[in-house]
């Protein structure tokens, strides 16, 4: 046999460290750009199999509505049902799989994900639905409570005096929902991790709030700058905004995810792995006497 023409094999990736625990901007975005650079091709391809599955759905929920409502309604109640039973747990896997990329780089988890990682938000379908209803509630709970005082305001003193109560109500009210969602925001990523405990719907949402305790403005921060990079590169006729913009926001999603419930999800780790030590370590059992 012809060694000459052997394939050279490629020496394994080293690992890049463990994964720091300071939080900054610069620091998200390095690390996002390093996680997109090496794992191109499988983060363009789980971003290619999210934004078809959105189009399709939107696509078949707006024809649905269509038929049941005026298109001038408020709610438009196919799209806001396949938004939550199907989009909510699809924008789930994205995010994991940038992180597992992530962690798997810094020598920190085994599991590095695949496109297939795109439908992990199926795999815990009922504690996803339950993370989103919560969500969801809370936020239309806020809106409804301004919605009616403003309606009773505007019956009582009038539409300008009505606008003013909207907006003196409505900006403190989206600051809260921008602050809650940061704070709870993780809650479906640390269900559906396989490195971590999969809490069910409430436990993952405090699991959630905990971990970002602290971290709240600095997370606000970095969404914020990931928001700019996709809004940006979609002014630049949508392409930028596919092969980076999009894939980069959903690197930086996962490596915020890791940076933020790393140390916990290596508890978890340590926990199972002792566990596991001591199993195997234990003496064998006695047969029982015959």
Known sequence: MDQANEPVPHPPMEPAGSIPTELTVGGVFGAAHDVLKNNYGTILGAVAILIICAVVVSLVSTVIDEV??????????????????????????????????????????????????VFAGFTRYPTVLGIAAIINGVQWALMITIGLIVWGASASMGMAAAAIIGLVLGLPMYVVMIWLSIRIGFAMLLSVDPMGTKPGAIEAIGQSWRLTAGHAWMLFAIGIVLGLVVFLSMLLLVL????????????????????????????????GNETDSVAMDAPPAVPPAT
Do not use: K, N
């Open 68 to 117: 049941l409502v005026d298109e001038d309604d408020i709610i438009q109640p196919a799209s806001m049902l396949t938004g939550l039973f199907v989009l909510t747990p699809l924008y789930v896997g994205p995010a994991l799989l940038a992180a597992m990329r992530y962690r798997a780089g810094r020598g920190s988890g085994v599991a590095s994900g695949s496109t297939g990682t």
């Open 240 to 271: 930028p905004a596919i092969f980076y913009g999009i894939p980069l926001a959903l690197c930086g999603w996962g490596v915020m995810y890791m940076l933020v419930a790393g140390t916990h999800l290596r508890q978890d780790e340590a926990r």
